[in-house]
């Protein structure tokens, strides 16, 4: 079993792809440089943003997008450009609420720690990006 296969199994994977609730996050290394890939959960919004929220500490993606905001996601076989905000005080308290009431039971025990907001870049705009 691969390592993000773990670790898509150990954020409720199989219940999330199923719900089309998790993607694939490339990111770009905070110490290495390196291309990353992680699953992470994720809640769309009406407005075309993404919610992405890391429970728990340990994991490496939200060091890298604090020190690179620029990123891909993989929803359902389809590859897009973001660029990811952090998310503060009330608008990160609503959008945890937000992403436990779309996740149900998958989310509802979980320990919340970074929590980011998503934007699409739109073809042609610069933005820092994984290869």
């Known amino acids: 079993m691969s390592s993000i296969t773990r670790r898509f199994n150990a954020i409720g994977g199989k219940l999330m792809a199923r719900s089309g609730r998790v993607a694939i996050l490339g990111t770009t290394g905070a110490k290495s440089g390196r291309r990353r890939e992680a699953p992470v959960g994720i809640l769309r919004r009406s407005d075309g943003t993404i919610v992405i929220v890391a429970g728990g500490e340990g994991r490496?993606?939200?060091?890298?997008?604090?020190?690179?905001?620029?990123?891909?996601?993989?929803?359902?076989?389809?590859?897009?450009?973001?660029?990811?905000?952090?998310?503060e005080g009330p608008e990160r308290d609503d959008a945890i609420r937000d992403f436990v009431a779309a996740m149900g039971r998958v989310a509802s025990n979980t320990q919340w720690t970074d929590v980011f907001v998503l934007r699409a870049v739109a073809d042609g705009e610069a933005a820092p990006v994984p290869s």
């Open 60 to 87: 490496s993606w939200p060091a890298n997008l604090r020190a690179n905001p620029g990123c891909t996601l993989d929803i359902q076989g389809k590859r897009g450009s973001y660029v990811a905000s952090l998310l």
